[in-house]
């Protein structure tokens, strides 16, 4: 299984949205609403902030949304603050028993 | 609070075998609801999960390093571990233990370790 294609960096100002995309196949990505994203800031252990496509963990803010189109989904981050700037990894299971990660986005606060 | 806590050898020679602890506290390691996995990242790089293990033994691996991987559990330490063999320096990477929310939610990693740093170089 190959990883799954994000776009290497996004940006965006202070209250803006910025939007990641992440392709898979029709293995992992469009075959199971599975899709989880994790933000991770430098020297620190990714979070959780994103489960099943579209669900928020409890304390992540509505500020982050998720969704999902075929082989590809997304993350929306919408009115950016500062401490969104971070890498965001996406994640999917991809059948027997197996997960497959994101190549990683870094999303820059301008 | 559950807390994940990895430990082990930060430098391993090739050929060699790289081998991690992951010690729970704060929950229970033989909880039915859970599995307890290994990601690592190569510095500058992305996640690639490595494996999950049941309390009862039951572990899955992710194919590209299932022939090089033993994951392992001891419910009586609340512990779990990672052994990879004939390591390279493409296995360099910051390991980390988490749990994995597989039984009741799939591909749900909420709890992780602060990651370990093993470098592979003679």
Redesign the interface.
Known sequence: ?S?LTQPPSASGSPGQSVTISCTGTSSDVGG?N???W?QQHPG?????II??VSKR?SGVPDRFSGSKSGNTASLTVSGLQAEDEADY?C???AGS????????TKVTVL | QLQLQESGPGLVKPSETLSLTCTVSGGSISSSSYYWGW?RQPPG?????IGSIYYSGSA?Y???LKSRVTISVDTSKNQFSLKLSSVTAADTAVY?CARDD?VH??????Y????TLVTVSS
Do not use: C, D, M
């Not at chain 1, 620190?44 to 959780?48: E, Q, T």
């Open positions: 299984q990883a199971y599975y899709v989880s994790y620190k252990a990714p979070k959780l489960y099943e963990p990894y994640s999917s299971y028993n197996n997960y497959v990660f994101g190549t990683g | 990601i790089k992305g996640l690639e999960w899955y992710t194919p590209s980390y597989r939610n799939w591909n749900v990693f909420e992780w370790g602060q990651g």
